[in-house]
Antibody, heavy 118, light 110 residues
Framework: QVQLVESGGGVVQPGRSLRLSCAAS????????MNWVRQAPGKGLEWVAI????????YYADSVKGRFTISRDNSKNTLYLQMNSLRAEDTAVYYC???????????WGQGTLVTVSS | QSALTQPPSASGSPGQSVAISCTGA?????????VSWYQQHPGKAPKLMIY???KRPSGVPDRFSASKSGNTASLTVSGLQAEDEADYYC??????????FGGGTKLTVL
């Protein structure tokens, strides 16, 4: 079955960097677009970034544009999110999510918590 | 991109039906047949319940249905059961390679 396992979360100071990873299994990773979606504590969901199945296109929410970079390694079935210049408002659980051509998100990982605090 | 508007809460007794609205704009909900709905239990990851406005993935009970009219989408849960108590989020493609979620609705089964 589809498994998405995020890692790399933790506590980081404002202005510092962190890289999240998402290990995928149970499906042909290289055939799927992938996303990061986040959820601040007690808040709703926010789409963060998307990468095409082959890595050819990447798009970001305005709130992270220029600071976050989404990437993937299809040989390792792994999705990444490089987060630079972190701010307190980036504190959230970050979910790795598969993307379907009908513009929806079907499989979700369990998430990894990123806390930005001094 | 502004979040879609959902009521903060909804409730119903077991066996009853409840509808949750999701209001956007012509640039998102009204402009695309790309509304989806997600169920999230406390401490768990969201789960896809509806995609492309009204389609149900395999395994989702047919008690869950959805529709769209203009800039507003709706999720209806019929025959409410205790396990339906959760947060529900709508989402829509918003054009220009952007996606937007609703603020979420907490569904309580009385």
């Amino acid at each position: 079955q589809v498994q998405l396992v995020e890692s790399g979360g933790g506590v980081v100071q404002p202005g510092r960097s962190l890289r999240l990873s998402c290990a995928a299994s149970g499906f042909t990773f290289s055939n799927y677009g992938m996303n990061w979606v986040r959820q601040a504590p007690g808040k709703g969901l926010e789409w963060v970034a998307i990468i095409w199945y082959d890595g050819s296109n990447k798009y970001y929410a305005d709130s992270v544009k220029g600071r976050f970079t989404i990437s993937r390694d299809n040989s390792k079935n792994t999705l990444y999110l490089q987060m630079n210049s972190l701010r307190a408002e980036d504190t959230a659980v970050y979910y790795c999510v598969t993307y379907r051509a009908g513009h929806y998100f079907d499989y979700w990982g369990q998430g990894t918590l990123v806390t930005v605090s001094s | 991109q502004s979040a879609l508007t959902q009521p903060p809460s909804a409730s119903g007794s077991p066996g009853q039906s409840v509808a949750i609205s999701c209001t956007g704009a012509s640039s998102d909900v009204g402009g695309y047949n790309s509304v989806s709905w997600y169920q999230q239990h406390p401490g768990k990851a969201p789960k896809l319940m509806i995609y492309e406005v009204s389609k149900r993935p395999s395994g989702v009970p047919d008690r869950f249905s959805a529709s769209k009219s203009g800039n507003t989408a709706s999720l209806t849960v019929s025959g409410l059961q205790a396990e339906d108590e959760a947060d529900y989020y709508c989402a829509s493609y918003a054009g220009g390679n952007n996606w937007v979620f609703g603020g979420g609705t907490k569904l309580t089964v009385l």
